[in-house]
C-alpha cells in the first residue's frame, strides 16, 4: 500500500468504533500505530513551520521599524555628505581635514553634518 492509501486507511479505521479496532488483527493495528505516528510527526512540523513562518514575518516587521527609525533620525540632521555604514566619512577626508571641512562648508552651507565613524 502507498503512503496516501495508509492515511486514508488510518483515517478512516479511527472514525470507526471501537469494536472495530479490536477486531483488526495485531498486523492491521501495528500499521495503523505506524501510520498515526506518522501523522503526528507530520503535525509537529507543520507547527514548526508555522512557528519558523511567524519569527521571519516579526523579524521583518522589527528590522523595518528599525530602518524608518534610522531614516526619521537622519532627516533631522542638517545637511551633509553620507558616509559608509561603519567608518562614515573618514575614508573620504584624507590628511587635511581642515580643507576638506572647508569644502563641505561651501558645498552644504556653514551648518552641515558628517558622520565620522559610529558618531
Not at 73 to 86: D, E, I, N, S, Y
Not at 90 to 98: S, T
Request: charged share 20%; proline share 3%; net charge positive.
Amino acid at each position: 500500500m502507498c503512503r496516501v492509501q495508509l492515511l486514508k486507511y488510518a483515517v478512516q479505521s479511527r472514525r470507526t468504533s471501537s469494536i472495530a479496532f479490536w477486531s483488526l488483527r495485531e498486523s492491521d493495528s501495528y500499521l495503523i500505530k505506524c501510520v498515526l505516528r506518522q501523522l503526528q510527526l507530520q503535525e509537529q512540523q507543520d507547527a514548526q513551520h508555522l512557528l519558523f513562518v511567524f519569527l521571519c514575518f516579526l523579524t521583518l516587521i522589527s528590522g523595518l521599524q528599525w530602518l524608518l527609525r534610522q531614516i526619521r533620525a537622519l532627516r533631522k540632521l542638517p545637511p551633509g555628505p553620507w558616509g559608509l555604514p561603519v567608518i562614515g566619512y573618514l575614508l573620504f577626508m584624507g590628511n587635511e581635514k581642515h580643507t576638506r571641512f572647508m569644502e563641505l562648508a561651501k558645498r552644504y552651507g556653514s551648518l552641515f553634518s558628517a558622520r565620522l565613524g559610529t558618531q
